[in-house]
DNA sequence: TACTATTGTCTCACTGCGAAACAATAAATC
DNA sequence: GATTTATTGTTTCGCAGTGAGACAATAGTA
């Protein structure tokens, strides 16, 4: 198995990402499973000598999701001595057999958390080398996760939430045409409580980022909603 | 010159702080100069191999302005390639020769800033190893600075005022007891604009955050104000 | 044809905020 | 000691935004 040169990349330097998808009704993220020890983990990766952060992160999520153009948001980085626990690290190698040069995966490392926003229905997700399957999980019943990942994700939904009005965060959960009421059930997802109905239309309208198309969407019976896209 | 040990800090990593003071009129910041090149820097400093990452600022904080507990938030971590210029560390270092076991310090460095808030009174800044001087500038009247320590001071800024009515930012900018005029005017220096004094004052009241004490505060020719203190 | 579920819109009361006005008062001036 | 000046504490008015509820419109179902 080709592991990482421990000359590539930055030491003690790590990312995690936390994936955003959102299926209809339930907000998700992206995790990866250990089958051999039963852990699930966070998406994450090293960083390049000659990467940027933000590239190193982009990066590993076009290797995971294969989206090339994902919202991406740094919102916190980790540096507890609790999250250093090399036994949790050597146990999911072990599997692969570590030489010398993989010692420096051992060692303290410094994470900085990021997250993204994507389109569930356009991706297939991918696990990569060490992990043996990826799958998406409801953020309302996450499993454990090892080390801190718990918490970094707690910490990004903080920030997703505390940010949610300030840009469009919803562009990148949605495809391109919807109702009002799958727009409603985004922010819903996120900002975990349910919102009134008529409020919402009219403060999402009176925010003018909205194009309404006279293509309607029918199937259930009764009225038909419009269907509406972003303004570009 | 004791420079530091390679082997006592975890390579590749740093962090900056901007350390917000407030002097009655103008928000202010602490910088470093090194008097032999003319450069002006944030005070940064690396991570010990057994420190947190918290413990580290702390650390470098309480070294330079003497204070214990001060505010300390987290707020970007930079890990762009255009701030890697080994010429500009080894310019500071040059005054003080460097040997072999210091070429750590030429790498690429990652780096996690945090701003502190803290009561300019009570504070004698002094200079550390490297720099030859300390002092206060205002954050509208900022010299240039190495690297990229300008564009950290802007998102430290941003962070601050985004965040100024969540939290009670303003209790460690000010003493334990002050008037509204005092609180307004940190408002003021921190969102650079000016306020509706009566508004201010009837928005402050309603949070019921504010203790009013009855010693008037006087010497102006005028009516004398209230003392308030931040309720514990 | 009547019914049901959902949608688009409207109304009403309440809150919060900008702007302006008014009364109170400590020190300075006459 | 009376008057003036500067600043403070509080109130008022108008407007915009929001929560909660009501009503009419309509695609499919009974």
Known sequence: ????????????????SVVFGFSGEKLKILL???????????PGGFVGINDSLDN?????????????????????????MERFKPEVMMKIMEPFGYEDKDQWLFKRFISVGYY??????????KPDKLSDSIGWYEVDHLPELILDHNFIVQKALNHLRTHLDQKLLSVNLLPELFTMKDLQQVYEAILGEELNRANF????????????????????????????????
């Open 32 to 42: 990866m499973e250990y089958h051999k020890t039963g852990w699930f983990a966070l």
């Open 1 to 16: 198995m080709p592991n990482p040169e421990p000359s590539d990349f930055l030491p003690h330097i790590a990312y995690d």
């Open 56 to 80: 190193a992160v982009q990066r590993g999520l076009r290797e995971r999701t294969g989206l090339d153009e994902v919202y991406l948001e740094q919102f916190y980085t980790f540096g507890s």
């Open 201 to 232: 239309q009219r403060k999402i309208l009176s925010l003018d980022i909205l194009e309404r198309h006279e293509k309607l969407f029918s199937g259930g019976s009764h009225k038909a909603p419009f269907l509406y896209s972003f303004k570009k």
């Open 116 to 125: 993204a926003l994507i389109n569930y229905e356009e991706v297939e997700p």
